[in-house]
Nanobody
Framework: QVRVAESGGGLVQAGGSLRLSCTAS????????IGWYREAPGHQRELVAR???????NYVDTVKGRFTISRDNAKNTVYLQMNSAKLEDTAVYYC????????WGQGTQVTVSS
């Protein structure tokens, strides 16, 4: 059974940094395409960053230059490094794993305060 879990969320001041982690059991993340999504109150869930199995990355324009997605295959973990946090980054962040099927974690709350 595949399980995906996010961690690392919390409260951060505007301008600060936070690193989110996505770990999984029952699946090798290095074989999968991984996406970090976020969902803010009153907004649809949006794709923030994505890393393919080949290592190609892409980002939504609002986080380019501030967020970095990366993977550590030895730890079977994908990270989302969030720098220069903004109030509008406040949301629940979800990890999505795509390998033949789509798997979601439960999400981790990120709150950016002024």
């Amino acid at each position: 059974q595949v399980r995906v879990a996010e961690s690392g969320g919390g409260l951060v001041q505007a301008g600060g940094s936070l690193r989110l982690s996505c770990t999984a059991s029952g699946i090798s993340l290095r074989l999968a395409d991984i996406g970090w999504y976020r969902e803010a109150p009153g907004h649809q869930r949006e794709l923030v960053a994505r890393i393919s199995s080949s290592g190609a990355t892409n980002y939504v324009d609002t986080v380019k230059g501030r967020f970095t997605i990366s993977r550590d295959n030895a730890k079977n973990t994908v990270y989302l490094q969030m720098n220069s946090a903004k109030l509008e980054d406040t949301a629940v962040y979800y990890c999505n794993v795509q390998l033949f099927q789509s798997y979601w974690g439960q999400g981790t709350q990120v709150t950016v305060s002024s």
